[in-house]
């Protein structure tokens, strides 16, 4: 039977790797260079990442097929990421030297390469008469240069109504009051809503920041300072409290899914969206008009949207001037009038030239022109790196407001308070103090001494290659060279960039700065809570994950027929891989359409929980969801132990009249805690380091930065705020935390044991 | 009786709560367009369709990532299967110096929150032109799933009793022999269990494959999977259906293991 297994493999194996051997050639899958060795001319290779969504995608595709055809050559690989993910990984890319030639997504991320230094300025490459036949949206200016080519002009809000239940749409938030009030109906008056007035992703800053100008102020001032304590602010945030709890035309949580599904089955009268989603209405066979947002009456002003381009860059890293020439070149294809006219015609977007305003394709279409007269009330989107720590700063505060947690006021000047902080922490460039000296001296002489001390160790480390033991050596070797390889460089790459001034300011040449980062860390009170809710987090999940398959083993080897069954039924979960069950749990909590609120009305009459938009309430959704996906491997390990507790013990209890607790009390859990313990601590340790559970479930941390645990924070520290030398040391302090934690915990067994 | 009622009861709910969520994926799945948004609790409904696995299957490049899935996978899980079957051997059966170091650094590498790694693996693998291509993933995965592996190899070899080698050694077997002819087949349970967690580890991981691989040729399935991900469009229905297909191998992987999985996975049970 053994050996037959092994033979599986070997067959398996040999069946791939002559299945792979046929593909591996022709497409290049193991060699990448494969190209280079055929005869035809030498293709220029160019990549471009983008963020487009799936409608546009297909045009771009469909563009770049059409130029290779022109140019033979040249290869253009496209490449999609996630709008975040791009921004990270084209970060790690550039930094690495390399990187995609072209990148393209939002204006906004401009401001943030343009500081690491990671994208190309563009006054040398394109005259100045070539910027002028662009909508100065399109172009924007990042301390006095140029850094993108706008392809669209737009990504604006506006009010988007289903003309079927609306004939006309409000003009002003009176009105808009007026007409949701009317149209937030429930039907079947069973207490749920059935209909709203208007939805929207309100708790999104960015859908609700055209307010803020319409109450007379704006998020930043001209300089670039965040400018969030203010009365305009204040007012915006109770116009928003009101719509959902005063005049309550709004659903009590919406997210952009919700908002959207709503809108699309005829369930909301009106929808705050974008120009991107004309596409998916027109899809889904909706009959909508658009409008401004609608005239703020107390003011009488009208909402701004913020109004951006979404554009190519070009990467600072080149592998050679070809590629330099041939990457211009795609980004003056790409934005030319033919290309621009392709993705107006086919997905409807706004073109950036000028003088395509005046084509009959954009003149008689009447949504376009409607949203050029909505854009008129725009303002363009912040560029500059800092406006990102205010979005994250108002989101945060502005979703703890929407928790009920602070006021209005206290939310306004928290907000301030807060982006003022980060903006100065990832400005500050850090300078080496006297402990960076210490340090350095510190390395140095500890480096001697470890030589030193360990010459004797590795002196008989080499000669045991040829001593008795040679045997263990090449046993071991194999899998530790592996791991060092893998492991180590990182782990002390981490430690020197904790010791570093790393940031957004000194991306390509940060240098050692000594302890500032761990005493940041040590004195924020922030970690200290973090650290608290980790050790809930992880301990309330570990015992769930023990009990739940303790329980199930137990049930299962004594009272369960055909165990099998069982058995695979409830592995289901740990088969399922990670990411997808954080993003099925987060589905299913969603509060309109998630199966668990719906399963709580229908049978059980209760009022929906608002699971993701309260914080204890999207912590305990975080557990539950980790709750399930790990207790299937402690039962495994469970059942394991229960095998080899001998039948003998429980008949000789039985004689005794020993009733089931007692049996268990006093034969099952002493015989399986040796099982469940080392088990428990693995899973403490998997626990406390798990990333993806809470950060997809929550959306990172929503709401307002109140679900995190450490790793999801040194997440966000690092990837989003640009702090990776503070992220270095507070994961340095996980991983001194967790060896303490578990060298105790081993000692103290080990002891037991001993006793 | 009445404790039979209660644990069928437990059972039931416990079954329920663990089915359900993959129940919900498959009726996303069918629902063709408005994928995302119903009301209703059932999974079968007059509107169901397939249109989305069709769809999946045949328009866009699932099959390719599958493979690459299926590819990357398997070898990963042959490399970690060997490696960690020899060192867990060594480290269970001989005493030598660092032993007790090494074991607990296996440990270690499991507390040092893996987020931070993708900057420098990220450096390492570009210097080494590793970017967009497989060999980088190998090494990375079957390293990453390797202290794992080899902690629950040396568990299980420490419950195999010495004196089979010892017997094997007087006949006049050598150590490799001895360990490749006897302790290995014996230990299958343990060897199946080292080449699932390889594989699941290397079949589900996303963070590093989007780092390292960027040619939409050479993605793995999560990575295509998130593809239908957009920041404000995400394709529902395609992304259940891909979710459940996923799902799929690892599914017949552990059903058909799974009398290996419970003898298999001992956890440092008994003391060698």
């Known amino acids: 039977m053994k050996f037959q297994l092994l033979s599986y493999f070997k067959v398996f194996f040999v069946l791939y790797i002559s299945s792979f051997a046929f593909s591996a050639n022709s497409s290049g899958v193991l060699e990448p260079s494969a190209n280079l060795k055929t005869n035809k001319p030498p293709q220029l290779r160019i990549q471009l990442w983008h963020q487009m969504i799936y409608g546009h995608r297909q045009v771009l595709s469909e563009a770049l097929r059409q130029y290779e055809k022109e140019n033979p050559g040249l290869v253009i690989q496209e490449t999609y990421r996630e709008t975040e993910e791009l921004r990270s990984g084209f970060q790690a890319a550039a930094m690495g030297g390399s990187g995609p030639e072209l990148v393209y997504g939002p204006s906004d991320q401009i401001g943030p390469f343009a500081a690491m230094n990671i994208i190309r300025p563009l006054d040398d490459i394109f005259t100045s008469d070539l910027f002028s036949k662009f909508d100065p949206l399109a172009t924007p200016i990042y301390q006095g240069h140029h850094y993108m080519l706008g392809g669209v002009v737009g990504n604006h809000l506006m009010l988007i109504y289903n003309k079927k239940i609306l004939d006309r749409p409000p003009q002003n938030s009176d009105e808009l009051i007026e007409i949701g009030k009317n149209f937030t109906i429930d039907e079947d008056g069973d207490g749920k809503i059935d209909r709203y007035g208007l939805v929207f992703n309100y708790t999104e800053p960015f859908f609700f920041a055209p307010f803020i100008s319409a109450y007379g102020d704006s998020l930043m001032t001209a300089d670039g300072k965040p400018n969030l304590n203010t009365l305009g602010l204040k007012k915006t945030f109770q116009f928003i409290l009101d719509l959902r709890d005063k005049y309550k035309i709004i659903p009590k949580e919406c997210d952009y899914e919700t908002a959207n599904a709503l809108f699309k089955q005829g369930k909301a009268a009106m929808l705050i969206n974008g120009d991107w989603s004309w596409g998916d209405y027109k899809d889904a066979k909706i009959d909508f008009g658009i409008a401004r947002i609608p005239l703020i009456s107390e003011t009488k002003k009208w909402p701004s949207p913020l109004v951006g381009t979404a554009g190519y860059s070009l990467n600072i890293n080149m592998r050679s001037p070809e590629h330099l020439r041939a990457a211009v070149n795609v980004m003056k294809y790409l934005t030319s009038e033919k290309i621009q006219l392709l993705f107006t015609e086919k997905v409807g977007v706004l073109p950036s030239l000028l003088a395509l305003r005046s084509n009959p394709l954009i003149k008689e279409n009447s949504l376009l022109q409607i949203s050029v007269n909505i854009m008129e009330v725009g303002s363009p989107m912040p560029v500059i790196p800092e406006a990102r720590a205010v979005w994250d700063s108002l989101r945060i505060q502005y979703q703890k407001l929407l928790a009920g947690s602070v006021t209005p006021e206290e939310a306004a000047r928290d907000a301030q308070k807060m982006s003022e902080s980060q903006i100065h922490d990832m400005n500050e460039i850090l300078q080496p103090d006297f402990s960076a000296l210490i340090l350095k001296l510190f390395i140095m002489i500890g480096g001697l001494w470890l030589c030193w001390a360990s010459r004797g160790s590795i002196v008989s480390f080499i000669k045991g290659f040829h001593g008795p033991q040679r045997f263990v050596y090449f046993m071991m070797l194999p899998a530790f060279i592996g791991i060092f390889a893998v492991i180590i460089y990182p782990f002390f790459y981490n430690i020197a960039i904790s010791f570093s001034n790393f940031s957004l300011r000194t991306f390509q040449d940060w240098s050692i700065i000594g302890v500032r980062n761990y005493i940041d860390a040590l004195t924020d009170a922030r970690i200290y809570a973090l650290f608290g809710k980790t050790i809930i987090w992880t301990v309330v999940n570990v015992f769930f994950h023990v009990t739940i398959g303790v329980f199930l083993a137990v049930i299962i080897n004594q009272t369960m027929p055909v165990k099998g069954f069982w058995r695979t039924l409830f592995i289901i979960p740990w088969a399922v891989p990670q990411y997808i069950t954080a993003l099925t749990w987060r589905g299913m909590f969603n509060q309109e359409y998630g199966p668990i609120n719906i399963f709580l009305q229908k049978y059980l009459h209760l009022s929906p929980v608002q699971w993701l938009s309260q914080p204890f309430t999207a912590f305990a959704a975080c557990i539950l969801t980790n709750v399930w996906l790990g207790f299937p491997f402690m039962m495994i390990v469970a059942l394991g132990g229960l095998q080899s507790i001998p039948h003998s013990l429980y008949e000789a209890a039985f004689l005794d009249r020993a009733n089931a607790w007692q049996r268990f009390k006093h034969i099952t859990l002493p015989l399986l805690m040796p099982v469940m313990v080392p088990a428990a601590l693995l899973g403490c340790i998997w626990t406390f380091n798990n990333l993806n559970i809470v950060w997809l479930v929550s959306n990172a941390g929503e709401p307002g930065d109140q679900t995190h645990i450490l790793v999801s924070y040194v997440y966000k520290a690092a990837f989003n705020l640009y702090r990776y030398g503070y992220a270095a040391a507070v994961s340095v302090l996980i991983f001194l935390i967790l060896v303490l934690w578990s060298l105790g915990s081993l000692l103290s067994q080990y002891k037991k044991e001993t006793k | ?272």
């Not at chain 2, 039979?4 to 709560?17: C, D, M, R």
């Not at chain 2, 450096?123 to 497989?134: G, P, V, Y």
């Not at chain 2, 390293?143 to 080899?150: D, K, N, R």
């Not at chain 2, 568990?155 to 490749?180: H, I, N, R």
Request: some cysteine; charged content about 10%.
């Open chain 2, 1 to 272: 009786m009445i404790k039979k009622i209660l644990a069928w009861l437990s059972i039931l709910l416990f079954a329920v709560f663990s089915i359900y969520p993959m129940l919900y994926v498959l009726s996303v799945s069918l629902r063709g367009d408005n994928a995302f948004q119903s009301h209703s609790l059932e999974i079968f409904t007059a509107n169901s369709t397939v249109k989305n696995f069709y769809t999946l299957l045949w328009e866009t490049d699932f099959l390719i990532w599958m493979r690459n899935s299926l590819f990357i996978s398997t070898v990963t899980t042959l490399l970690g299967v060997s490696f960690a079957s020899t060192s867990a051997y060594a480290l269970s059966r001989y005493r030598f110096r660092g032993r007790n170091m090494m074991l607990f650094s296996l440990l270690a590498t499991q507390m040092f929150p893996s987020t931070m790694l993708i900057l420098p693996f990220y450096i390492i693998l570009s210097k080494l032109h590793l970017i967009d291509n497989f060999w980088g993933l190998f090494i990375i995965y079957s390293s990453t799933a390797l202290p794992f592996c080899v902690w629950q190899m040396k568990s299980y070899y420490d419950t195999v009793p010495k004196e089979l080698e010892e017997a094997a050694l007087l006949d006049g077997c050598s150590q490799w022999m001895t360990f490749y002819k006897i302790i290995l087949p014996i230990s299958s349970p343990a060897l199946v269990i080292t080449a699932l967690f390889s594989f699941m580890s290397s079949w589900s991981e996303y963070v590093i494959a989007a780092v390292v691989l960027q040619d939409p040729q050479l993605y793995t399935l999560p990575l295509g999977l998130r593809s239908f991900q957009a920041s404000l469009a995400t394709q529902w229905g395609l992304y259940a259906a891909g979710a459940l297909i996923v799902c799929v191998p690892v599914l017949i992987l552990f059903i058909s293991i799974s009398r290996y999985l419970v003898s298999g996975l001992t956890m440092g049970s008994v003391k060698g």
